[in-house]
Structures are given as C-alpha cells and as structure tokens.
C-alpha cells in the first residue's frame, strides 16, 4: 500500500468533494457517510484484526485511503456527534456527555444544534438533497433538522435490535426485524428518492453499541468457533465501570460485539452495491467512521470513556477507523499516517 502524510491528502484535491463538481461530471459529488457506535479501530480486518469479519469495509479499505490515526475529539457518543457536524469541540457546543433520555425526544428536549452551523446546512444550500438513517441522539430525535428531508431514527438513541421503534419521516411505528438492517432499508429508500439529484446520505448505525440482546444468527455465525485473538484477556481494571463488568472476559460478549459489527458491514454492502446500481457509484465519495472508540480488554477495561471511574482517555477510547472512497478521485490502496 502507497503511504501519504495524512495533511497531505487533506490539503489536496480531495479536501472540499462535497460542493466541488466532479472533474469527470457536471453533477456534484455525491457522498455517502457511514458512522458506527463504539467501534474502536481494532476491530476490523483492515486494521489488523483477522477475527471479526468485516469484507465489505475491507474491501472500502483497499479501494480508498485508510487512516491509520483518527481520533474522536472525546469518547462519548453526543458530543462527538456534534463535533463530527459542527467542528467544534464541546466547551463550545455545549454538549459535553451522552444525552439522557428526556434531553433526546418528547416534551423537554430541545435541539442542541439550534445556533450552532452545520455542515449538512451548507450541503442543503448548495443543492443537495439530504437523507438521515439511524442515530442521531443530538436531540428533538423525533424530527427533521440540520438541512435533511428525509429522516429515519429510533428516538432517544438507544434500545433494543430486535422489533425496534422508529420514527420516519414523522411517522413512529415498531418495525419488525434487526435495527441494522432496518436502518440500512430506510437508506435504500432515500437512494430511491434521491438518485435524480445530488444527495449527501448520512447513515449513522447503532451496533456495536451494547445491549448485546439479539444479533441475528447469520451475523453469528462466522464466530462459533472463533479465538477472539483481538480481544485481550488482561486483568480487569479496578476502575472498571460496574454497569459494564459482567462483559470483561466473556466469550458471549465477544461474540455479539463481532456480530453487531459483521450486520453493520454486510448493510454497508448493502447500501453500496445499490448505488452501484443506480450508476452513481464513480461519482459518490464513501466515509466510515465512528463516533468513538472501545475497550474490549484493552487496558484491562471493557468500554470507552465511561468504562471507567474515573473517566478514561485510553487511545482504544478515541481512536476510530476512518477510510475514505472515491473511485474517481481517490487513488487504491492509500494509508494516511500523520
């Protein structure tokens, strides 16, 4: 794989492929961001780990440029959030720990974005047509925001995979089936709407974030007989978050963790063999990353910032995976170091 300084690649060509035209197109570059919850960027085949089965973003990883030292600005999933669409670090938005409940939907919650600039306010105003499939827990879950029409998420940001409750476009139902691949359906049917313009798709999965409660078995499948070789046997840390010890050394939670990011790969397939489809794939720009990262073993913690008390600041707690794809822009086979 070719090596680039990681400002190198930023300040180049590929720095703004939001609002430029494509140089082989008129249109403008349509771009597809793929976010998981708690995923640190060990756990992955592109990233070293040959236990969890990831192909899908293996293959994203050899076709584009992987970053080998991305960080979320701070290890707990609201904030970063709204640091990923404001660029602002959190002393500055305001948001400073993971919303609770009441803070993300109904009658007391507010918007926290509200006065804060977007990055998807400024795709919206240069012509493109937004769509949000997942997470959001930046609160006022329930309704559209920030500049995207269409709107799919589970209000307050969490709870159960299996028959979850959805809200989308306005309307709140339970939906049966996997929230993965429900999340992943709802994106297929942005494509649907919005093949015709330039479209900027934000789809903000929910695995691997825990409850491990149900990952369907063909997602469980590849780990049966697995050795877990990433996930590190150290002794528990005594900071260890209580809430969070009964996974430390568990087979059964290895294996859901892998599970919970196999369903997010196999969706990425998903969403990306349709754009295929479509004929837009050569002028789409694909990103995955994280909100942040995750502990599973590692320093003797299972979890990320709040897997301990105290809070911890544990590289495995901020480091993310970070790749960047665009056949027509950016070159095969690139790891970005700093």
């Known amino acids: 794989m070719a090596e680039i300084p990681r400002r190198k690649f930023l300040g180049g060509a590929f720095a703004a492929p939001f609002v430029r035209a494509s140089k082989r197109s008129e249109q403008k570059t349509n771009v597809v961001m793929f976010m998981t ?4 960027a060990w756990a ?6 040959p236990d969890i089965y990831t192909p899908n973003l293996d293959r994203l990883a050899e076709g584009g440029v992987r970053f080998t030292r991305a960080y979320a600005c701070t290890p707990v999933c609201s904030p970063s959030r ?3 669409m404001t660029g602002r670090i959190p002393s500055i938005h305001g948001v400073q720990d993971w919303l609770i409940r009441e803070d993300s939907f109904g009658p007391k919650s507010r918007r926290w974005l509200a006065g804060h600039p977007t990055y998807s306010e400024i795709l919206a105003k240069h012509g493109y047509t937004l769509g949000m499939c997942g997470k959001w827990h930046m609160g006022d879950d329930e309704h559209a925001q920030a500049g995207f029409s269409y709107w799919c998420t589970v209000p307050g940001g969490g709870g159960p995979y299996k028959d979850p409750q959805f809200v989308r476009n306005g309307a709140r139902s339970v939906i049966p089936g996997y929230k993965t691949d429900i999340v992943a359906d709802c994106a297929l049917e942005f494509l649907g709407q919005a093949k015709e313009r330039p479209f900027f798709l934000l789809v903000p999965f929910y695995a691997p974030h825990t409850p491990y409660d149900y990952q369907p078995e ?6 049966r007989n697995c050795k877990f070789s990433c996930y590190p046997d150290t002794p ?7 809430g969070l010890k009964r996974h430390h050394g568990n087979r059964e939670s290895k294996l859901a963790y892998s599970a919970l990011i196999t369903g997010v790969d196999q ?3 998903r969403i990306l063999h349709r754009v295929e489809e479509l004929g837009l794939r050569e002028n789409t720009t694909v990103i995955f990353t994280a909100d942040q990262g995750w502990n599973a073993g590692h320093h003797g913690v299972w979890g990320k910032g709040n897997g301990t008390v105290p809070l911890n600041m544990f590289e495995e707690s901020i480091r993310v995976p970070l790749i960047w794809n665009h056949p027509a822009s950016v070159r095969a086979g690139r790891v970005a170091t700093p």
């Open 37 to 40: 919850d708690d995923h640190g």
């Open 44 to 49: 992955m085949g592109a990233y070293g780990c």
């Open 82 to 84: 709204m640091t990923y």
């Open 218 to 223: 063909k997602y469980r499948e590849p780990y």
């Open 236 to 242: 528990m840390n005594p900071w260890q978050n209580k």
């Open 267 to 269: 969706n990425v397939g």
